[in-house]
């Protein structure tokens, strides 16, 4: 897998990772928990998304690779089962 692999998905990780910082920071610092909780579901739906651009970028590849004739490195069911694993 590399960052050309995964397009922006790489930058969602990393955008996610900051909001996870700063939730941490605000329960260690007693915050609204509101506020908190708002962050925390943004933080899950940056990750959820993060991993649904990494299955679709690998379903483009094998479909791509199948029709250069070199042989996919996950199959179409293995492919289906990452995606359904995110669901």
């Known amino acids: ?18 909001q996870l910082d700063g939730v941490i920071e605000a329960i260690e610092e007693g915050g609204d928990c509101a506020a908190v909780l708002t962050q925390l579901a943004a933080v899950s739906r940056a990750l959820d998304r993060a991993g649904f651009k990494i299955v679709a970028s690998g379903m483009r590849y094998c479909a791509r690779s199948g029709e250069d004739g070199e042989e996919p490195r996950m199959t179409e069911q293995e492919l289906e089962r990452l995606f359904l694993s995110l669901a």
Not at 7 to 13: I, K, N, P, S, W
């Open 1 to 18: 897998m590399t960052p050309e692999f995964v397009g922006d998905a790489l930058t969602r990780l990393r955008r996610a990772r900051g």
